[in-house]
């Protein structure tokens, strides 16, 4: 009977193979893949290095509104294209871009403060005010890995990305000032946005991070979980170059870099920038974004 029912599945397919050769199988494969590329690629050409270039020339002469907008919009383009490579719903991915704080002294603390977000906002704590939104580095596990300190568990080595597909399974390993993180992040992805400093282009200086997150697990299907590798980090560094994800932030993050470095190249800290205000009409339709899953 075992035999009868492989003799007839072989068969099947060896039909079905055929049928694929007649009818140009690899040729149809080949089309439908290239027409996602150019679908990822055309949205990054003209939804995010466009915009790039007028994030660049709304912060001249100075930062203002019309810079903080277009900042948001960006989130909005590199989160769509990041749902559509993941195959993620709406709800389940966001994007936001955080800068560093300016020091009025030595001694104080490092900080990051939210620029822009990507709609919808899905409830969670938008400051309507930028300057009650700072969250001190020392005190979180992301800001920790990429500045190579000790976030009271882990003693860091540097890293150019940080991913975890179940911050929840980590959550005595992951440090995080935020109240009631859990019910917003579940997945992360985190790249560091850079300028370089000199023409040997090994020499950076950081304005800030371009996070994206989910409230569900394994949104970023392929990344490392970077809790596994923390006594391997140069293996760690190897995983990351498997993944598409992975090299489509980062991209964006070194545009945003090229973006507004002149705008505080004259400056070691940059200063953080007016935040859009959330309007109703930014609110999720599904407030409850946890519940929703990958269909």
């Given at each position: ?163 975890c597909n179940d911050l929840l399974k980590q959550a005595p390993l ?12 579940q997945s992360v992805m985190v790249f560091p946005i850079n ?101």
């Amino acid at each position: 009977m075992i035999d009868v029912t492989l003799t007839t599945v072989g068969t099947t397919l060896s039909y079905v193979a055929k049928a694929a050769r007649w009818c140009g199988g690899k040729g149809l494969v080949w089309k439908a893949r290239d027409r996602m590329t150019i679908s990822i690629l055309q949205n990054l050409h003209i939804g995010v290095v466009h915009e790039c270039r007028a994030l660049t020339s709304a912060l001249q002469p100075a930062p203002g509104e019309v810079a903080s907008r277009i900042a948001s919009g960006l989130c909005d383009r590199m989160n769509d294209i990041m749902r559509t490579i993941l195959e993620l719903q709406p709800n389940q991915l966001h994007c936001c871009i955080k800068l560093i704080a300016p020091k009025e002294n030595p001694t104080e603390d490092d900080q990051l403060g939210t620029w822009a977000r990507s709609q919808p906002f899905d409830d969670r704590p938008v400051h309507q005010e930028p300057s009650k939104d700072f969250h001190s580095i020392d005190k979180n596990t992301v800001w920790c890995a990429f500045y190579g300190r000790n976030d009271g568990v882990t003693n860091w080595t540097r890293v150019n990305c940080f991913s975890c597909n179940d911050l929840l399974k980590q959550a005595p390993l992951f440090k995080c000032d935020r109240d009631n993180w859990q019910q917003f992040y579940q997945s992360v992805m985190v790249f560091p946005i850079n300028f370089a400093i000199g023409s040997d282009n090994r020499s950076f200086s950081r304005l800030g991070f371009l996070a994206f997150d989910s409230p569900i697990q394994n949104a970023f299907r392929g990344m490392p979980n970077i809790f596994e590798y923390r006594d391997s980090i140069s293996e760690y560094r190897d995983r990351l170059l498997d993944s598409t994800c992975f090299h489509f932030g980062a991209i964006c993050a070194d545009l945003l870099g090229a973006a507004i470095a002149d705008a505080f190249r004259s400056t070691t800290q940059p200063a953080v920038l007016p935040v859009v205000k959330p309007t109703p009409n930014h609110r999720s339709h599904h407030p409850n974004p946890k519940k929703r899953r990958r269909r």
